[in-house]
């Protein structure tokens, strides 16, 4: 098991590495000078060009490839944000992802909470209203589109519940919780609609196993039947799903941080985006990068822990 | 089942669209002939006096050698001073000058007295030497203003040597401390403009001590004379400013000003609905609907210092609209006469523009109000089209309009080119990201592109030269690549020129040979729209003035009254 996980690890390396190369070549394969367009209509092709040669941008790409390889590798600095004057990229990124892991989180925990709950009681009252009605809701939950329902939130729940609209407030735990009950509810549901159908479908199968109904003949109860002995077989298409969708939310879920204002990573990569902020574009994708790699090994070490099938395979 | 399936189907598709359908109703009531929207607005002020502003977006920087955009400029216009102000009439009034400065009768030295006792935010007075610190840093590398110092004797050597050295600036000779509070600067040559750069942001005066402290983060950690004081600053959050109680004209009346960062057009409105916001920039949708609502008393409008043109390259090879032959002016011109500016600022704008009459809008020195807005002249269009060789626009190429992926650009072309195509123009739409734009027409890459300009100062200079003087042309400012040397002669004199009239005077004949040559399709002035709390007294804008952020409102004085409305 160390093993396979630490030759995981290894093959991470040139993923992260492939990706800061293509990285780098679609910033200097985007039309745009980085100097003019910081700079603006106002500047003379002689600042444009001092701000370029300052920065770096006038040298040829192998040279700040280089560059920043090295200073990636030596110091693990991702360098100066463009836009932002005197913060380093490595700042601005701790500060977003701190936002984001904890949106992720708990819209996680409202996704597996409401998307299992749901997909267990359709598949044990399968087929009666319970089953129609739970499933009806999570069609519209993957249906509706997340800026929308965050919208509607902000109009019609904010107010009823006494939540804040927007914005971010870590002033305590308490206050963060109500700045981000309302976003994660409406990432979390959109979540826990796919995980309910897949959970459902995955739970029906499980049910009319043989080793059911042999743990029901022996008399144990039909909750320890369901979590215990169903949930746990019918957990890895979950698990899959999870672990995307986690993935998904903790490299920046862009629309909900938009809709509620929350200074996640989403956001801030796609203001680098439109404002050409090379290094901040590049450390944001290296983070999401790290950040899908390690979800997907967590995931992938997971179906050893439910399926230990793989683990001997693995072995 | 799927009976069953397609009923309960049919219930949930019925509650899917009534809620997508619901945020859009509006409580109406009927009054007379108008239809008047009632809105439920919370106007009760708050009793901590913090003045809440909402932003699209964080402020990049607060160090005036950097602030280039109208988000920074707006915050540090209040943590900030400079030498010279704007009176509400757009007039130069001193602001940490005791007085206005003393020219020399050549134009080029400009003496001012400093005013004694001012203090930074972190207690120390200020000296002709900070006034010095702070105007030599424009010349360093990281400056993104150092054309605003460049007609400083010397300057232009300074700005030369830091940029081959990437190190900071030599002294700068015409820059000069004659005594604690006295300052001369000296100009090359005279260059009349000049002392608008004294009321930017950008040549604000700083505390040397801590912009060495600090180094670069002294963008983050911003220390001046203003009204204003940064408590804390959460990037992409909020910006808490609190009163500075030191302040050279007085203490504040507001307690502080919160921004808070919502990029979201439509979560702003409903948080300026729950009273979260004293104000807020009024986006597409909301001024018709307001202006003509209960809360119509919330609607704060006035013209802006900005004009939007769609601009010919006149030395574009191939382009029948280049060049000065008397075909492609009447070309130029029958493009002009085919445009319906009323529909587009009214209608199509919502009010937010309307109609230009020329290059300088209302509130620049010189604007000519007398002259009419371009009118919709189908027929002579026409006319004009046939004696340029093209009858019913036979035989005329069709050329792109370039434009931006930014604001209102796209519908606004798409009625531009339907009007063209009643007339027999054809143009063809071409969309481009800000930066590829900016660099293709740098390039002079496009017959016909869109552009905009806001006002770094209320001078008619400030456009025309920039603009449309031939030194200009290409990637400083003057893309249209517009050569007239008649022009070029009276922006030259008009420099050399103190007295105002007579600047003036020659300013707007250049602008009326400008618009004789017609080198743009001179479309809409600029409207600011806000909305603003009743309880909020004397926020008084300008024509400088950028929607919410208030710059070169007298945030001093501004105050949230405690008898509010409910």
Known sequence: MVSYTLRRLLEAIPVILLVTLIVFLLNAAIPGNPGRIRLG????????????????????????????????????????????????????????FGVTIRLAIFSMFIALVVGIGAGILSAVRSRTWIDYCSMLVAIMGVSMPVF????????????????PRTGFDDTDAYTMFRSLILPAAALGLLSSATIARLCRSAMLDVLTQDYIRTARS?????????????????????????????????????????VFALPGLGREVVEAIKQRDRELITGGILLMSFVFVGVNLLVDLSYAWFDPRVRDDRN | MSKCLSRTSVFMSWL?????????????????????????????????????????????DLDPILVSDTTSDGVASKI????????????????????????????????????????????????????????????????????????????????????????????????????????????????????????????????????????????????????????????????????????????????GILYRVIPEPLAQLEEYKAGNFEVMAVTQGVFPKWSRSNRADEVL??????????????????????????????????????????????????????????????????????????????????????????????????????????????????????????????????????????ESTDAGEPSFFRLGWVADYPDPENFLAFLFHSKNKGPNGNVAFYDNPEVDALIDRSYTITDMDERIRLLQQAESKILDDYPWLFLLFGRETILIKPYVKNFTPTGMCDDVQGNHVRWHLVQIDNVGTQ
Not at chain 2, 26 to 49: K, L, N
Request: aromatic residues 8%; contains cysteine.
């Open chain 1, 41 to 96: 209509q106002r500047a003379d092709p002689a600042s444009v060009d001092a701000y370029n040669e300052a920065r770096g941008y006038n040298d040829p790409l192998p040279v700040q490839y280089g560059r920043y390889l090295w200073r990636l590798f030596t110091d693990f600095d991702l360098g100066e944000s463009d836009v932002k004057a005197g913060k380093s990229v490595n700042e601005i990124l701790e500060e977003a």
């Open chain 1, 148 to 163: 929308w329902l965050g919208i509607l939130m902000i109009i019609y729940v904010a107010p009823v519940l006494g939540l």
């Open chain 1, 218 to 258: 022996k008399g144990l109860g039909e909750a320890v039947v369901v979590l215990k002995h169903a949930l746990k077989n019918a957990a890895i298409p979950i698990v899959t799903v999870v672990g995307n969708s986690f993935g998904y939310l903790l490299v920046g879920a862009v629309l909900t941080e938009t």
């Open chain 2, 16 to 60: 899917v669209i009534l809620s997508m359908v619901a945020p859009g109703c509006t409580a109406r009531m009927e009054s007379g002939t108008d239809t008047v929207f009632e809105i439920e607005s919370i106007s009760a002020p708050r009793s901590d006096g913090i003045f809440r502003i909402p932003l699209m977006t964080n402020p990049p």
């Open chain 2, 80 to 255: 900030f001073n400079t030498l010279l102000d704007y009176d509400p009439e757009l007039k130069l009034e001193p602001c940490l000058a005791v007085s206005m400065p003393e020219i020399s009768s050549d134009g080029t030295q400009y003496d001012f007295t400093i005013r004694a006792g001012v203090r930074f935010s972190h207690g120390r007075a200020i000296t002709a030497a900070d006034f010095k610190y702070s105007l030599q840093r424009l010349a360093s590398v990281r400056s993104k203003r150092p054309n605003l110092i460049e007609p400083i004797l010397g300057a232009s050597e300074a700005i030369e040597s830091a940029r081959s050295s990437q190190e900071d600036a030599p002294e700068i000779a015409g820059i000069e401390v004659l005594g604690d509070l006295q300052l001369r600067i000296t100009l090359k040559k005279p260059y009349a403009p000049f002392i608008y750069h004294l009321a930017m942001v950008n040549t604000a005066v700083v505390p040397r001590e801590l912009v060495e402290q600090h180094g670069h983060a002294f963008s983050r950690k911003p220390t001046g004379t203003g009204s204003f004081v940064l408590e804390k600053w959460k990037e992409g959050t909020s910006l808490l400013l609190k009163a500075n109680p030191d302040y050279f004209e007085g203490a504040p009346k507001l307690a």
């Open chain 2, 301 to 438: 409008s006035w013209p802006s210092l900005t004009v939007q043109y769609y601009g010919f390259n006149l030395e574009k090879q191939g382009s029948p609209y280049a060049g000065d032959s008397d075909s492609a002016r009447k070309l130029r011109e029958a493009v002009n006469l085919s445009v319906d500016r009323k529909f587009l600022g009214e209608v199509l704008l919502e009010g937010r523009f309307f109609a230009a009459n020329g290059i300088l809008p209302p509130g620049i020195l010189g604007h000519n109000a007398d002259r009419p807005a371009y009118p919709l002249d189908q027929e002579r269009a026409r006319a004009l089209l046939a004696e340029a060789g093209y009858p019913g626009g036979k035989g005329l190429p069709s050329v792109d309009l370039w434009f931006n992926t930014q604001g209102d650009n796209a519908k606004i072309a798409q009625s531009v080119q339907e009007d063209l195509r009643k007339v027999g123009i054809p143009i063809g739409l071409k969309m481009l990201d800000w930066g590829a734009f900016l």
